[in-house]
């Protein structure tokens, strides 16, 4: 067997086809839907990723608020700026890109945002409501996963999820996701990580065993069961001398090993990172509707 490869890039961009449809939309009855966008510092990681959030705004139509601010930039100064953005009703969503320079309190700046625009999904407000089954923004890598199980036709109404990686950005959201009594979940879910005992015991019960532990090398063909959907949220960085950066791109899983026991796999790169910016956009639009009271 030869695992079907899960595009990430074409469901993406099936996605964000949908929303620039449905921007349009909303533009002829005078709506703009607005993401605001905090850059604090000079990393170039996340330079790199904004510049590509903006971009996606532009394709698709959102108008982005871009603010680039210095390193130096206090605590005060930083909320001010995100409470701006709170009473403008030209900003649906709010990012703060993170992580932020040490000297800033990541926790006090994401709860100074107001949980109508919280399109990363990272409010406790958020959090609860989506543990108890409510509406609201749903992380969006955790999201974009649920998404490409669904668009790739995976049954997950009884399905035996595993998730290795139990952080708060996907491991644990992802988990509440997928039991919810819902049409995108219904499914049993085991909660692994790198303390698991007997890992492999757990991942080889798995009908779709889904990888986000952030350690290259965790799933090895032995540890799982053929016919597996296999999920990689993965993105680590080991050296590669034939490259030119000196270094390539892997994720969790020894996809060359595993494509051969699963039925569908992601890459890395390729797979679950191009969801993570479109869902963005997805919560972007939807804050759009709500404010408009358009949403269903």
Known sequence: MTARIIDGKQVAADI??????????????????????ILVGDDPASQSYVTGKERACAEIGIFSDDNRLPADTSQEDLIALVQRM??????????????LPRH????????????????DGFHPVNVGKMVVGEKAFLPCT?????????????TLDGAHVVIVGR?????????????QKSRTGNATVTVCHTRTKDLAYFTRQADILIAAAGRPGTITADMVR?????????????TDATKKTGYRLVGD???????????????????????????????????A???AGLDS
């Open 16 to 37: 964000r086809a949908e929303l620039q449809a449905e921007v349009t939309r909303l533009k002829t009855q005078g709506i703009v839907p607005g993401l605001g966008v």
């Open 253 to 287: 899983v020894d996809f060359d090993a595993v494509k051969d026991k699963a039925s569908l796999i992601t890459p890395v790169p390729g797979g679950v990172g191009p969801m993570t910016i479109t869902m963005l956009l997805y919560n972007t639009v939807e804050s």
């Open 142 to 154: 955790p999201h974009g996963v649920v998404q490409l199980l669904v668009r790739n036709g995976v």
């Open 289 to 291: 509707q709500r404010a």
């Open 167 to 179: 952080s708060n950005i996907v491991g644990k959201p992802l988990a509440n996701m997928l039991i």
């Open 104 to 119: 800033l309190k990541e926790v006090e700046v994401l709860l100074a945002i107001d949980p109508n625009k919280d399109v």
């Open 86 to 99: 709170n009473g403008d009703p030209r900003i649906n969503g709010i990012l703060v890109q993170l992580p």
């Open 226 to 238: 053929d016919g597996v959907v296999v999920i990689d949220v993965g993105v680590n960085r080991v």
